[in-house]
């Protein structure tokens, strides 16, 4: 019977193209995707697995991980791999044991074929705490899953997540910075704390608004008030942002996105027509006692500075 929207997906483990055991739960923390398909090197098959492979930039900033499935061995897995330069893993269900547990075995094309034991093509979208989000299995093997619709559920948890009110606690959190040192948000209670989220590093919105917070930085230093950066940017990336700016404050690297989540600042955006999920340029003002004083949203740069530190002296 296959599982529904709400229920845990299963655990397992099985080789990937390249003979590596891979595991559901290594994923924990991420969405996943599961695409369930017939056999390899077929039409419809090599279509759905070029789509994903075409559309993984859209996946990757949804922080999703996207897994191939069927029945074929990993050696013939690796040869529909390289053959067509997928850019994901492909997993051998070789024994049926996970397609049994998902409710996807069935005879393909009964009547004419009927090959036993062959996976539908099924499509399984899990959140980060391993629940179910979507689910579809395809009776007819010619057709292909709903892509727009997986892409939509992989959105869950970030569309239309509720910003955090004024007058409420931050949420807590610790992150590393550009040095790699820890910083724990509650750790800096007694001082204002500017909190700044942006979209990414060594970009022309970007680094206005850093080298604004940092030619103002006196300013904020005599009032005791704390200045953050935080984008989903790597450690490393925001090294070399602060020393080729000279940035006098500290860069959060949240590449789990985490943070921008749980702020509700990873939004939807639409650039050309083309749907994907960033970072909604924001500022959050927060009090000596932890409570945000102040939010800005959908921020405007060039004079975004001079409107924080009037909000710091109100």
């Not at 948000?185 to 204002?192: N, Q």
């Not at 690297?253 to 939807?268: P, S």
């Amino acid at each position: 019977m296959s599982l529904k929207v709400g229920d845990l997906a299963p655990d397992f483990t099985l080789f990937n193209q390249d003979a590596q055991p891979v595991s559901l739960n290594q994923f924990k923390g991420k969405k996943v995707v599961l695409s369930f398909f017939p056999f390899a090197n077929t039409s419809v098959c090599t279509k759905e697995m070029c789509t994903f492979r075409d559309e993984m930039k859209e996946y990757e900033s949804l922080d999703a991980q996207v897994l191939g499935i069927s029945v074929d061995s990993p050696f013939a897995l690796k040869l529909f791999q390289e053959k067509n330069n997928y850019n994901f893993p492909l997993l051998s269900d070789f024994n049926k044991e996970v397609c049994n547990k998902y409710g996807t075995l069935t005879v393909f094309v009964p009547g004419k074929f009927d090959f036993q034991g062959v996976s539908k093509r099924a499509a399984f979208v899990i959140d980060r705490d391993g629940v179910i989000q979507y689910e579809e299995v395809l009776d007819n093997p010619g057709n292909e899953p709903n892509y727009n619709a997986i892409k939509r559920n992989s959105f869950k948890n970030q569309i239309g997540i509720k910003m955090i009110e004024e007058g409420k606690k931050a949420p807590d959190f610790t992150l590393p910075d550009q040095d790699g040192n820890k910083v724990k948000l509650s750790e800096l209670k007694g001082k204002y704390v500017v909190l700044y989220f942006y979209p990414k590093d060594d970009t022309p919105g970007c680094t206005k608004e850093a080298c604004n917070f940092r030619d103002t930085f006196p300013k904020f230093k005599n009032i005791d008030a704390v200045i953050l950066g935080v984008s989903p940017d790597s450690v490393s990336s925001h090294k070399k942002f602060a020393e080729k700016y000279k940035l006098p404050f500290r860069l959060l690297a949240d590449e789990d996105k985490k943070v921008v989540e749980k702020y509700g600042v990873w939004k939807e955006k639409n650039m050309y027509g083309k749907k994907y999920m960033g970072v909604e340029r924001t500022t959050f003002v927060i009090d000596p006692d932890g409570k945000i004083k102040k939010i800005f949203q959908k921020v405007k740069v060039d004079n975004h500075h001079k409107e924080v530190l009037e909000a710091l002296k109100d």
